[in-house]
């Protein structure tokens, strides 16, 4: 049988009264009964337990003894009293934050501070504490404006901005402190690389005093200033060539020596100019040219302080004497180089451009290891005493076979040679007087072809007569087919060679010939004739 008990009245439950933050109250004090009344919880809360049988309502005894806290039974929420106005949990800001005044509840006129509430101007606690919730302001009142601003989560407010320059302002800016610094830094750097390099100290590095001393006459820096004045760069240029050399004065009135080939581009009606030492200019014309001897005079007119060089003696010339060659070496007017003799009477043969054979020369000449190139030619070989004992003319290059003319673009290699000033001066005077020189001759044809050792004159029947009729050949008794092997007690080994040593002669003069006939050699003398140039 399901016993139910009828409904009765509720009891009352005991409780003492929820302390609520800011409620004055009296320690110890009951509450009325109303207000036990109004606290206790609703009907049916807590563990089901009713009150005993025969007890009347509301005269029960609480079922646990009274909670010393102030905390309600268990069963059910207490009254709780409404919450203080807050905007976040009671959580405390980061320890060490400086809160602004009004910033938390303001203790009333010389009330005692509370403990946990921070104090304006108060470093707050660590952070995590627990602060007890402020107190109330009386009702009705409206929150603190500190209370309603106030947020320890929020970022706080930044200052005015300021007043934002232009862009192309600041560009400007920035680029000119950027070239400022730049130059700066650059100065100051080279400034202390200086000083590092030079130890802080201004450097001046010792140096002799201006000498105004002359060299020694026989040094050859003494030789060139004494030469120098009378040398001269020639230009010349025709109808389809043109070129560069050098010559020398021979006087006062102007004459000047040169190579046959260094004129030859001008032909008969080209230009011919000459540049002196100090850079005077002046026209030229041809006064003569012989190709046999490869030798030129050309006159200057009306051109003041001439400066004629003086003229040595190539027979007194010795192997290894020193000596001076002056040009203008690729045009490089001027330019002095030095040497010695390096051998006497060496036979050279140069041109051979012309099919005929005229403008062959023939030279007995003076090598020497003087550095001389092309436009070089014509210039002065002198000795130690500033005179001239020869004339630059050819050279043996390195790209050649023999020996050649310097119009070419071979470069030295030490073997110069000169033509002897004994020959170029004869042959000048001759050209000055008359226009034309005049070759020495024994009247004989030579085979050219032959390759044994000697000249052979030509045999019967070659064209032409192998010794010419009642000429210095044909009386010292030379006959066709006879070869010559010596000159003066020389010995010639070709017919170019027996050329030269003529050459080197003056018309008139007597010389000695070894000649072999049909195996047996005989001496026979005779003096040299004369054969004028053709030019």
């Known amino acids: 049988m399901d016993e139910r008990k009828a409904p009765g009245p509720k009891p009352k439950w005991w409780s003492r009264p929820v302390a609520r933050p800011g409620d004055r109250q009296t320690d110890g004090a009951e509450p009325s009964e109303e207000t036990a009344a109004d606290t206790a919880p609703p009907s049916g809360a807590g563990d089901g337990r009713e009150p005993a049988d025969g007890a009347p309502a509301g005269a ?77 302001h009386p009702e009705g009142a409206p929150v603190p404006a500190q209370w309603q601003s106030y947020d320890p989560w929020t970022v706080a407010p930044q200052p005015a901005e300021r007043k934002v320059v232009s862009r192309r302002r600041a560009f400007v800016a920035v680029l000119l402190i950027a070239l400022v610094a730049g130059c ?45 004045p009378g040398v001269v760069t020639i230009h010349v240029s025709g ?58 005079v050309i006159r200057v007119e009306g051109v003041s302080g001439l400066r004629p060089l003086p003229l040595g003696n190539s027979d007194s010339v010795r192997v290894g004497d020193p000596v001076v060659a002056i040009g203008a070496p690729f ?36 090598q020497t290891d003087a550095p001389i190139n092309p436009g070089n030619s014509g210039g002065p070989l002198v000795d130690g005493k500033a005179r001239v004992i020869g004339i630059n003319s050819a050279i043996r290059a390195a790209d050649d076979g023999g020996g050649g003319g310097l119009g070419g673009q071979g470069g030295s290699i030490g073997l110069g040679f000169a033509i002897p000033i004994n020959q170029g001066k004869r042959v000048a005077e001759e050209l000055i007087n008359t ?101």
């Open 331 to 366: 045009d490089l007017a001027g330019t002095v180089t030095s040497g010695i003799i390096s051998a006497k009477e060496r036979p050279i043969t140069a041109g051979g451009e012309k099919e005929d054979g005229s403008d062959i020369s023939y030279v007995d000449a003076l």
């Open 60 to 136: 029960g005894r609480p079922l646990h003894e009274p909670d010393p806290y102030s905390t309600p039974p268990y069963g059910g929420p207490g009254p709780w009293a409404p919450a203080p106005p807050v905007q976040h949990p009671g959580t405390t800001p980061a320890h060490g934050t400086h809160l602004p005044p009004g910033a938390v509840p303001q203790p009333a006129p010389h009330a005692a501070p509370q403990p946990g509430i921070p104090q304006p101007g108060v470093v707050t606690p660590p952070h995590g504490t627990q602060l007890p919730p402020p107190v109330p």
């Open 239 to 296: 109808s389809s060539e043109e070129g560069t050399g050098t010559g020398f004065v021979l006087d006062k009135q102007g004459h000047i020596l040169t190579n046959n080939h260094v004129v030859a581009p001008a032909g008969s009606e080209g230009d011919i100019s000459v540049t002196f030492n100090g850079g005077q200019t002046a026209r030229a014309k041809l006064i003569g040219r012989d190709a046999g001897y490869d030798l030129a």
């Open 184 to 228: 700066l830094g650059g100065g100051i750097g080279a400034y202390v690389e200086r000083d590092r390099a030079t130890g802080g100290v201004d450097v001046k590095l010792p140096q002799a005093p201006l000498e105004k001393g002359t060299r020694s006459p026989g040094s050859i820096a003494g030789i060139a200033s004494r030469a120098l």
């Open 435 to 535: 226009g034309k020189a005049t070759h020495p001759v024994i009247g004989v044809t030579l085979n050219m072809e032959y390759t044994g050792d000697g000249a052979r004159v030509n045999g019967k029947g070659a064209e032409g007569p192998p010794v010419t009729p009642d000429g210095p050949g044909d009386k010292a008794g030379i006959k066709a087919g006879d070869v010559i092997t010596e000159v003066d007690g020389v010995r010639v080994h070709s017919g170019q060679e027996l050329i030269v040593k003529i050459r080197s002669h003056r018309p008139g003069d007597r010389l000695r010939l070894t000649v072999k006939r049909d195996g047996d050699e005989r001496t026979v003398e005779l003096t040299l004739g004369s054969a004028s140039s053709d030019g």
